[in-house]
């Protein structure tokens, strides 16, 4: 997004991608060792995803080609990794 979005926070790629990184971690897929921790948890991890949905609905026609391309890649991957998650 532009500057003006920005000063209000952090920047749009960082949220989808702490998002992302906690849906990971849920999955039990998150290389961080920051995360190993956290107990695999496949609800939690759909949750997040459908926050990502969410706001690819809301933010649609706001965001430029690369947060764009960003949201539509993140949400791809962990759909498919929650697939394969729950359906061992």
Not at 22 to 35: E, S
Request: proline residues 5%; negative net charge; charged residues 25%.
């Amino acid at each position: 997004m532009n500057d003006k979005n920005e000063q209000h926070g952090i920047p749009f790629s960082a949220f989808v991608l702490s998002l992302s990184t906690m849906a990971l971690a849920a999955l039990g897929q998150c290389d961080d060792p920051a995360f190993a921790s956290i107990p695999q948890d496949p609800e939690i991890a759909r949750n997040n995803i459908d926050i990502l949905l969410m706001l690819r609905e809301k933010t649609k026609g706001n965001l430029t080609d690369e947060e764009e391309k960003l949201i539509q890649t993140v949400v791809y991957d962990l759909q498919m990794r929650y697939v394969h998650v729950t359906q061992k």
